[in-house]
Nanobody, 114 residues
Framework: QVQLVESGGGLVQPGGSLRLSCVASRSLFSINYIDWYHQAPGEEREFVARIRANGAINYSDSVKGRFTISKDFNANTVYLRMNSLKSEDTGVYYC????????WGKGTLVTVSS
């Protein structure tokens, strides 16, 4: 079992930045990979970024160069630093972990608006 808890969402102006956190209930070494997903209002959930246990990283084309995923093993936490935010980045951001079984957090809401 893995519990994932997201935080860090909020209201930000276009061009601004936020850092999201995903805290796992067990060591990140025991989780194959952790992803961030984005669900815009009325849309499907979409992949944003992935960080594997070995440190390999992938990004979707829409966030490459603007978002950075990282992890802190000591804190069992994966971060998503989001820069140059756009209105289309608005939505709920979910943390997903895979160990052979899928685990999801409840999400954190990001609103990009002036």
């Amino acid at each position: 079992q893995v519990q994932l808890v997201e935080s860090g969402g909020g209201l930000v102006q276009p061009g601004g930045s936020l850092r999201l956190s995903c805290v796992a209930s067990r060591s990140l070494f025991s989780i194959n990979y952790i992803d961030w997903y984005h669900q815009a209002p009325g849309e499907e959930r979409e992949f944003v970024a992935r960080i594997r246990a070995n440190g390999a990283i992938n990004y979707s084309d829409s966030v490459k160069g603007r978002f950075t995923i990282s992890k802190d093993f000591n804190a069992n936490t994966v971060y998503l630093r989001m820069n140059s935010l756009k209105s289309e980045d608005t939505g709920v951001y979910y943390c997903h972990g895979f160990t052979g079984i899928d685990y999801w957090g409840k999400g954190t809401l990001v609103t990009v608006s002036s």
